[in-house]
């Protein structure tokens, strides 16, 4: 297990198992120096942690959770094209998708759960350009959904 | 003409006309290995394809049908860049904007039209990593928008 | 005082002071030949120069100030990371996020605002690539929200 898997566990979480590659996209992409991730539902054991909008149905706690529980997916699916997480230089960009009433206005809020988790795993390697944006409504009801763009530098590079 | 545009008419369907470069934006734009697509819109013929909301104007079935046409247009919009469709390695990110109302969450189904379509005319190329995400509204109220970045290799690498 | 920073002062505009780096995300990452923005609201003088829904509550022209103002902090961002906008080579992408009503379909105008701005000030190398979408709700009930990403180009690689 690799120094970024131990730091998710002594949060008390893990990563999901890898997951499965639906017919026509993938969940994370290798171009480059780069990893960029499909947008991530905030589903952990088979079930979505929440569903429906931010300033109605879903409280701003049950809000972070989620975007916390996507960048878990995300973590995931990058895991499964570069194999190991000790391979990410930096975190570079991450937008957050937030189900939002017109009224609710606290998406950076939200976002937060997933940008100090980032943080408390990746340490300085964790930093990152960040996009909040409000959404009429979610794939499957969600709440959150969260992409990812990650730097990579491979195995053979270091051993140059 | 390519054998990337040969599919798509055996799929009964035809690469728009380039479109026009409007003033301080641009259809498509190359950097580095990578060309990205402006926001498409489902525009064939010089009309939308549909117009509304998702889930309370446009059918399921309108929608995907919309998705495809933006896929054709960010196709054309590639195309005026780099002269030849067969240069593209591999289509890397798609996000697919879907105007929803707050109930409608099948944006993945709407985003399946889009995708399997680069699915059957790049074939393993064709692979991506996506977001679908839902809207209030959309550029001259279009149900979808979709923009895509995709990977190149100039002939120039390829004659090395 | 950078070409650039003169333009902008020409159209009687200035760029903000440095944004101050927020916890866990930065307002623009380098990475490569790239500077990514965070999402950049229309904050100028620590005041939002409009907040609400285009649609509803922020008229037209004060969406495409916003823009703007989304758009100076944007580069004031770049700057921060890059010390010149002199080294900016193009403009990459912009995606304009516009606060609107279920019935506002003119984010395309809005986002000219921002769009017209980056050609006068960058000229040729202010062509872009952009997405212009409508969102339920912005952070701090912001009207608009820009990311941009641009091409740079290193002293040292000048020197070369």
Do not use: W
């Not at 639906?22 to 539902?41: E, F, M, N, R």
């Not at 009433?101 to 988790?117: C, H, I, K, M, W």
């Not at 930093?127 to 944006?133: E, K, P, T, Y």
């Amino acid at each position: 297990m690799s120094r970024i898997e131990r730091r998710v566990e002594r949060l008390g979480l893990q990563l999901p198992a890898t997951p499965k590659p639906v017919a026509a996209y993938v969940p994370a992409i290798k171009t480059g120096d780069y990893v960029h991730t499909s947008g991530q539902l905030p589903i952990l054991n088979g079930k979505m942690v929440a569903t429906g909008l931010l300033g109605r149905d879903v409280t701003l706690e049950q809000g972070q959770e989620a975007a916390r529980a996507c960048v878990l997916n995300a973590l995931a699916a990058i895991r499964s094209v570069i194999g190991d997480l000790e391979e990410i230089t930096q975190i570079i960009r991450m937008t957050v998708y937030v189900a939002s009433t017109p009224d609710f206005t606290d998406q950076p809020e939200v976002a937060n759960g997933a940008s100090l988790f980032l943080e408390k795993v990746f340490r300085d390697k964790g930093s990152h350009a960040r996009s909040a944006v409000g959404c009429s409504s979610l794939p499957r009801n969600s709440p959150v959904e969260v992409e990812l763009t990650v730097e990579i530098l491979e195995r053979g590079e270091l051993d140059k």
